[in-house]
């Protein structure tokens, strides 16, 4: 089939906008961000990724609710402290960042909510995610305005600069490199559904 999503987003027979499934797997940024009180904000965003290596920037997109609805607690924080962390979900902690989406007044903590504990950063005022096995400490850059969607939410995209990495020592191979199965990365399909690296392959580049 062939359709125009500016048409219809979910044209017959599909009953599901089809994007998430076809542009995945999508790594989770578990983003920690502070209110102006010093309140913890812990959230995951699967429209998340890195954009630059040199200098190091990440981003993630805190979507409103659909309908119109409130901007997320995240995008107030880092308008408020322009500074969060992006902690790496390991598939052992799949279920507590799943705990994390769960909406709770503004204000009350994710992470603790979710039995977790918060690790100081070096470099930013928000903790990373403590039982996570490596994070990146994030200054914002930009909050770039997207366009509205059909049903009036708003959406933004969240760039930071990396201006700290942790990384568990224990992952970090005698060759240099990160241990991509033992890190096991989670990341989201379509719809309900995640993954988390388990497998490898090496494929270099023709040149």
């Known amino acids: 089939m062939?359709?125009?999503?500016?048409?219809?987003?979910?044209?017959?027979?599909?009953?599901?906008?089809?994007?998430?499934a076809l542009v995945a797997p999508r790594?989770?940024?578990?983003?920690?961000?502070?209110?102006?009180r010093g309140r913890?904000?812990?959230?995951?965003?699967?429209?998340?990724?890195?954009?630059?290596?040199?200098?190091?920037?990440?981003?993630?997109a805190p979507?409103?609710?659909?309908?119109?609805g409130n901007e997320k607690d995240t995008l107030r924080n880092v308008r408020e402290v322009p500074e969060f962390t992006a902690s790496i979900v390991s598939a052992d902690l799949a279920k507590p960042m799943n705990e994390t989406s769960r909406g709770l007044p503004y204000g009350e903590s994710e992470l603790d909510a979710a039995g977790l504990t918060a690790a100081a950063s070096r470099n930013v005022r928000p903790p990373r995610v403590g039982e996570a096995r490596a994070a990146l400490e994030c200054r914002v850059f930009d909050v770039i305005a997207l366009p509205a969607g059909r049903d009036g939410r708003s959406s933004h995209l969240v760039l930071g600069e990396v201006i700290g990495v942790y990384i568990d020592d224990t992952l970090i191979l005698a060759?240099?490199?990160?241990?991509?199965?033992?890190?096991?990365?989670?990341?989201?399909l379509g719809y309900n559904d995640y993954t988390n690296v388990a497998a490898l392959y090496e494929m270099r580049r023709p040149d």
């Open 40 to 60: 913890i904000n812990l959230a995951p965003f699967s429209y998340f990724n890195a954009f630059s290596s040199d200098p190091p920037i990440v981003g993630f």
């Open 2 to 20: 062939h359709y125009d999503p500016r048409i219809d987003l979910k044209p017959s027979p599909l009953k599901y906008n089809p994007l998430n």
């Open 63 to 68: 979507n409103a609710q659909p309908g119109g």
């Open 27 to 36: 790594p989770i940024g578990w983003i920690t961000t502070l209110d102006g």
């Open 175 to 188: 060759n240099g490199r990160v241990d991509s199965l033992a890190l096991a990365q989670v990341a989201r």
